[in-house]
Every structure is written in C-alpha cells, then in structure tokens.
C-alpha cells in the first residue's frame, strides 16, 4: 500500500512542475516559510519568508505577510499552531518545494555547529551558511522529503501523547483514522505503535507529496475539531490540533513516504 501511493504521488511531480512553470512566469523552485506569533529577528535571506500565524485576531500586526488572505483558517490559531501557515500555504500558494520552520527553530544546513541551541547574536552571524537555501535545494534532488532528526521515545506514541496532554483526544483521532482508512488500518495501528517521533510540524516536501498529506491530516482534524472541546480549556492544553499534528505527521511520514525517500536533519534553536 505504501509503494502503490508513494508511486503515484512520484508520478505526478514532473506533470505538476511542467504546469506550473506554464502558468507562473516567476518560478520559485523552494519556498521556505518561517513562522512568527510575536515580533522577533526576521531572516531575509533568498527562499525564505516569514509569515505571521493567527493575523486575523493578533492584537499586534508584524511587519510580513500573514495567514488571513485568500482561503484560510487564521482564526483557528489558539487551536491549530503553526498549522494554520501551513493551510494557507497549500491552498496559496504554488512551487515545486515547500517547506516549514520556525522563528527560533531552522534546519541547520551548512554549519558544524554542534550545540541545538544558540544565541541570536551567533544566528545572525552565521545564519547565510546555517539556512543554505543552496544546499536544500541540492537535497531535494535526491531525496523527498526533508525533516527533523527524529526523537526516540521511551514508549509508544500513543502513550507520549497521554503523558502531556488529555488521552481521550487521541483516541478520537484514533478512531477517526480506522474509519477513515480501514484498509490499512493494520500498517496506522504498527505506526501508532512506534518509538520515534518527529518534532516541530517542520519539512521540506515536494507540493504534490505536500498536497495529499494536507488533505490527508485536515480531513481528520477538522473532524476531531467536531468532536474535542478545545476552547474550554487553557491556552497552552488549547493547542491541541497543534499537538496531534505532530504525531500525525510522524504516523503519515511512516505510512505514506519511504525511508530511504528522507533526509533526516538537524535542528537549531535560538536562545529568546
């Protein structure tokens, strides 16, 4: 099941990538968005824009684009995180690549910099090699799908969601996913069953691999969305399709894109 979908999402890359040049005079091959709730040092470097999630309710309006144009669900901040720069990107936005990252979290591409976090003083000092838009774009030719060095759990992620946030939520979206893909609901139930996880909703994939992972997770969130009460609670256990997101995204990379089809990359963090 999993060769048979991957195969067809491969398939279509070179007909998406010949359109969309036909169509857009300015083609971008990778555009990198970079998340921001709050005001903080902005990169400008080539291939990257920052993007302010939640504009439509912020009681400060930050100097870059936001996620409250066109199609997009920019009110839903407080409950979906970053998720809602990433809607508005799928339905916005075209290029070959698009991929994700945070005001104080990036890839780090180019440098032999060991520690994860840093100060904002040596970010912007090396931040032209750390942020190679070069180097990804090298990687996205030999592999689809770039994303975090995985964390290796103590237990399953079933159990590393109930330990931080309310169990019932997870068995929701369990549910969910076995009626929505009862015919591998074998290969979801291994996966929830997995020690490893993938932090931070941030990648780098190609937009049809993009696309079909953004129906696959908004058709089960927003049906979770009808299901879990998450204005009630505070704001942090609030965020709590942020949260599913992230062991949604691990189970969907599992299940849905080779292993041999990734690049696992390490992550910098700068000091606030």
């Not at 990687?139 to 237990?155: E, I, S």
């Not at 204005?231 to 965020?239: I, V």
Request: charged share 20%; net charge positive; proline share 5%.
């Amino acid at each position: 099941m999993k060769k048979s979908i991957f195969t067809a999402l491969k398939n279509n890359l070179s007909t998406f990538s010949s359109v969309f040049q036909q169509e857009n005079t300015e083609h971008d091959n990778i555009k990198l968005f970079v998340s921001h709730h709050k005001p903080f040092h902005q990169i400008d470097l080539p291939g990257y824009t920052p993007i302010q999630v939640g504009k439509e309710k912020a009681t400060h309006q930050l100097n870059m684009i936001g996620d409250n144009t066109g199609d997009h669900i920019s009110s839903l901040n407080p409950y979906f995180c970053e998720l809602t720069a990433q809607y508005w990107v799928w339905k916005n936005v075209r290029a070959d690549h698009v991929g994700f990252c945070h005001y104080r979290r990036f890839f780090n591409i180019g440098s032999r910099i060991t520690p994860n976090q840093i100060s904002l003083s040596t970010f912007q000092k090396k931040q032209s090699i750390l942020l190679n838009i070069q180097r990804i774009s090298e990687l996205t030719k030999h592999f689809d799908c770039l994303l975090p060095q995985k964390t290796k759990l103590p237990g399953t992620i079933r159990e590393n969601y109930s330990l931080y946030h309310d169990p019932s939520d997870f068995l929701i979206t369990e549910k969910i996913l076995k009626r929505r893909h009862p015919e591998i609901w074998p290969q979801i139930d291994q996966a929830l069953n997995s020690k490893i996880f993938y932090h931070g909703n941030m990648f780098v994939l190609p937009f049809p691999i993009f696309d079909h992972y953004m129906t696959w997770l908004f058709d089960i969130l927003f049906e979770a969305q009808t299901l879990i009460d998450s204005e009630s609670r505070d704001p942090y256990q609030a965020r709590v399709f942020g949260f599913l997101s992230e062991r949604l995204w691990t189970i969907y990379r599992l299940l849905y894109i080779p292993k041999n089809r990734c690049k696992e990359l390490k992550v910098v963090m700068i000091k606030e």
